[in-house]
């Protein structure tokens, strides 16, 4: 197929259509249930108050603000695919902001910046008593400001090909995003499958799995847990003949995730009651030190979380706990892996996971056999 045929294939796929849309209609469809922004989002999203702020500012000084795109589902409800923190910011700002169990969260109180000091404090109406005599009112002029403002809005129609407004989502949301990689992953699992986000999200919770990864801070509210989890979902009992044309490891791992959420023979039983098996032997046997380097000459384990460590010691003991041959001598199995040559070799940094993993999966499970 040529260059033109595929892109005029493509092209039938994704049906678009697009407009401004003013912030009052905004608000109509958010109330009328016609828009869904994924309230689940709000804890995956990092904006600040002073982002969210500016945002205001923006609207209004009129300054353009990137459109809003949206899917069209079968019964015609748009999906935010991007612009759920504009949305959701406005909304807030206006006091309708709901989270996923429909409580209403407390509006947003602006503060002021370098082009409208005067901003601090403002809110969307003021008190009750006083109304927009109230001096942290913005006033009945400026809510019609911003109710008459417009946000362009680009809309992947309900014809399209279903998997296109991920496809986008994950475009729109990686490379210069604040979001991690496993952050943009959530976002979608939450559009495809909420229920299977909740049970990973459930799993990264599980404190024996805690206890041996003991990961910062930092990393968890990136959802490195999470990501942990899903890896170990995918990996653990994948044939090693798909490793070999594995390609980008981040891209694999979106793909597959896709494929498993929406399996619907896919045995959630099974994979946590394995996930909990492993982390159980791990964290009964070396804890901690799971995932950490063995220091042969001191005796002793240091340093932090290893991914390469992770990868060899959790694969490789699920995979031998599924088959009925996994070996109890886990803290030498795994201080053991320092002394291997295999190991050293490609556990290294500057080794990608692409080139990685076809070594090290299959070299965890002959350690942690009987």
Known sequence: MSLNEEVN??????????????????????????????????????????QKTNLIESILLGIPVPPIFVSQRSDGIWDVVDGLQRLSTIYQFMGQLKDENNKPIPPLVLSGTKYLPSLEGKKWEGSADLGDEDPNSIGQNMRLTIKRSKLNVSIILKESDETAKYDLFQRLNTGGSSLSAQEVRNCILVMLNKDFYFWLAELSKFDKFLECIALSDRAISESYDIELVLRFII????????????????????????????????????????????????????????????????????????????????YGLAYNISEGTDNDNIDERISGLWSNQEFTNWSGSGITATRRLPHLIPLGREVFKK
């Not at 209609?25 to 828009?35: D, G, K, R, T």
């Not at 653990?236 to 929406?262: N, Y």
Request: proline share 1%; glycine share 6%; hydrophobic share 35%.
């Open 9 to 50: 294939e493509r092209r039938k796929e994704i049906r678009t259509d697009g407009y401004a849309i003013s912030i009052g209609e905004w608000l109509s469809l958010y109330e009328n249930n016609e828009i869904d922004i994924h309230p689940e989002f709000q804890r995956i999203y990092r904006w600040s108050e002073s």
């Open 235 to 314: 990996f653990s009992l994948i044939d090693i003949k798909e490793l070999d044309s594995m390609g980008d490891v981040g891209i694999f791992i979106s793909e597959k995730m896709r494929v498993i959420c929406t399996d619907k023979n896919f045995d959630s039983q099974y994979w946590g009651d394995l996930f909990r098996k492993t982390f159980t032997k791990l964290a009964d046997n070396t804890a901690d030190n799971s995932f950490k380097r063995y220091n042969l000459a001191k005796n002793k384990y240091s340093g932090g979380f290893l991914v390469s460590q992770y990868e060899a010691v959790t």
